[in-house]
C-alpha cells in the first residue's frame, strides 16, 4: 500500500504509548523530506516496527530515548532506524540474538517476559520483503537497529 512513513510511524509509537508514559521514555520520529512515502506491505512491516520497537522499550531503562528515523540510503533502499539508550548488545551475542528463542543472558532476561522470537520474525519479514535487518549495539551505551527495505514501484505486487 502506499504509505506515508511519518503517519506509520507515528502510529507504532501511539500502540506503545502505554509503556512508554510508564517507563518516561521520550520518542522522536524523522522523516526525511525526500522519502515522504514508500510503497509497502503494511502488515509485514507494522509487524517488524512493533517487534523493534517494544525491543527498544523493554531494553531501555527508565528516563531513556528512542529515536525513529526514515530515509532513502545510497543503496536506493529504505532505511528505517530505531535507536534506543538502552542496555545494548554485548559483542559475544550479537551474531546470535537473530536466532529463534535467543535471548542474551537468561538471568537478565528472565523478569523481563518474552520468548525470544521478535527478532527471528522480524528478520524472516524484512527477508520475504527483500530487505535485511542491521544491528549495532555497544553495552550500557545503546542499540540501533535498521531496516533496508527496497523501494517498490507504486503498484507493485509484492506490497
Ligand atoms: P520476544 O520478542 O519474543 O518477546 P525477546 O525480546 O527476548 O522476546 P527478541 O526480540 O528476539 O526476543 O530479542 C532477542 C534478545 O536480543 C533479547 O532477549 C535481548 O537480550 C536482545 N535485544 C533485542 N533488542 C534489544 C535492544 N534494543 N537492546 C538490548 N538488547 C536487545
Ligand atoms: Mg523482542
Known amino acids: 500500500q502506499k504509505t506515508d ?6 502510529e507504532v509509537v501511539d500502540r506503545f504509548s502505554f509503556q512508554l508514559r ?4 521520550t520518542v522522536t520520529v524523522k522523516v526525511d523530506h525526500k522519502q515522504k ?15 523493534l520497537v517494544s525491543n527498544a522499550i523493554k531494553y531501555t531503562l527508565d528516563g531513556g ?33 537473530f536466532e529463534r528463542f535467543y ?3 537468561k538471568a537478565r532476561s528472565r523478569n523481563m ?3 525470544g522470537l521478535g527478532l527471528s520474525i522480524a528478520r524472516e519479514i524484512v527477508r520475504a520483503h527483500g530487505g535485511s535487518i542491521q544491528l549495532e549495539s555497544e553495552s550500557n551505551v545503546g542499540t540501533v537497529v535498521t531496516v533496508l527495505l527496497p523501494i517498490l514501484p507504486e503498484g507493485s505486487e509484492t506490497a
Open 103 to 105: 535471548r542474551v543472558d
Open 113 to 115: 517476559g518474552g520468548t
Open 22 to 25: 510508564q517507563k518516561a521514555i
Open 65 to 97: 530515548a528512542i529515536d525513529i528515523t526514515a530515509k532513502s540510503n545510497e543503496a536506493g533502499q529504505l532505511a528505517i532506524s530505531i535507536k534506543d539508550t538502552g542496555i545494548g548488545i554485548p559483542k559475544k551475542d550479537l551474531n546470535r540474538i
Open 37 to 51: 512515502t514508500a510503497w509497502l506491505d503494511r502488515d509485514g512491516i507494522d509487524q517488524v516496527l512493533d517487534n
Open 5 to 10: 512513513l511519518a503517519e506509520m510511524l507515528e
